[in-house]
Structure formats: structure tokens, C-alpha cells
């Protein structure tokens, strides 16, 4: 669902396409199973740790993936997914490689329901930070930024003409997906 959202505001309100999103979910799940490993099984912790590492990978990614047109775009995000998926693999002794991390144990959500066999825990969790960013989501697209958004995707050089850092927003709306 968190997905789905988080294409929904890069492709369905600012028109960015994109074919490698995935890999922010696959960082910003790394950045979290490290955060539990090593530092903290806090499931609320290793959420914020999780969308601020995806969201910063997010930032970073986007000068490149914002400079060219729609075909462009499609190419450079598949790359640069790609090359992160590789990177995954190579750095076996810290992503655990194929095979994934390994031994991560998580704390009991809010320090009181504990994550069980039977899936329950994390069932609510999940539904619980579903939404919640949903709410946020919807907050963000009903806002001023969100009316900008719109008008970027009709027309950029309608927007930019009327006062709207084009760029900018394409650049926010980007980041906040890969954080999402």
C-alpha cells in the first residue's frame, strides 16, 4: 500500500515516471534491518531511520533523474536501481548479499505488543503507518504544494511562467516519495 501511495504521488500528481522506485523501498528496508541489528529493534525508530535513509537516497538521486524528459527518466531510475541492487549484492559482509540480512530481532511496538508467530502485531503496525502516511499523503496533495504539483504536470512551462519553481517541486514531491 505504502507503494502504491508513493508512486501515486510521483507519477499520479507530479507525472514522473518511474521504473526503478522500488529501490528506495529495498534502501530505506536495508537502512532499517541495519538499524535493528546494530543499533536499536525499536520498530519506530528503525520506520524513521528507514524513510529518512530512502527519503536522503531520494534527494540525492533526483538532480539526475529530473533532468531529462519522460524516456529519459525511465532509463535513469531502472539504472539506478539496478546499480543499487548491485551494490546490495557486492557488499555481501553488510547486506548479507544474496541471501538477505539475517538474525533481526524487532522490539515490541510501543514497548508493549510484542511481534508474534501468528502475524497480528505487524499486521496492525502496518496498517497503523499505512495510514497515517495516507492522511499525510492526502494532506500534502490537497495543499498549496499539491495545487503546484498539478499545474507542473499539465503544463511545466505554464507553471514556471505563473511563478512556480518547477524544479523545486519535482524535486520535494521526489523525495518525499522515496521517504514514502
Do not use: C, W
Not at 524487532?106 to 497515517?132: H, Q, R, W
Not at 511563478?163 to 517541486?169: A, H, T
Amino acid at each position: 500500500g505504502l507503494f502504491a501511495l508513493s508512486l501515486d504521488l510521483i507519477l499520479g500528481y507530479a507525472g514522473i515516471v518511474s521504473l526503478g522506485h522500488a529501490a528506495f523501498f529495498g534502501f530505506g528496508a536495508y537502512a532499517a534491518g541495519l538499524f535493528a541489528k546494530h543499533a536499536s529493534a525499536d520498530p519506530l525508530a528503525g520506520l524513521a531511520v528507514g524513510m529518512g535513509a530512502a527519503g536522503l537516497l531520494g534527494l540525492v538521486t533526483s538532480p539526475l533523474i529530473l533532468r531529462g524528459s519522460d524516456l529519459t527518466r525511465l532509463m535513469v531510475t531502472l539504472g539506478v536501481a539496478l546499480i543499487l541492487a548491485e551494490l546490495a549484492n557486492s557488499l555481501g559482509g553488510i547486506t548479507g548479499g544474496a541471501d538477505g540480512l539475517q538474525g533481526i530481532m524487532m522490539g515490541p511496538v510501543l514497548g508493549l505488543f510484542e511481534f508474534d508467530i501468528f502475524g497480528k502485531t505487524a499486521y496492525l503496525y502496518s496498517l497503523a503507518v499505512l495510514f497515517v502516511l495516507f492522511v499525510l499523503a492526502r494532506r500534502i496533495v490537497h495543499s498549496p504544494f499539491g495545487l503546484s504539483l498539478k499545474a507542473v504536470k499539465g503544463n511545466p512551462l505554464r507553471a514556471s511562467a505563473i511563478g512556480i519553481s518547477v524544479n523545486r517541486r519535482l524535486v520535494a514531491v521526489y523525495t518525499i516519495a522515496a521517504a514514502y
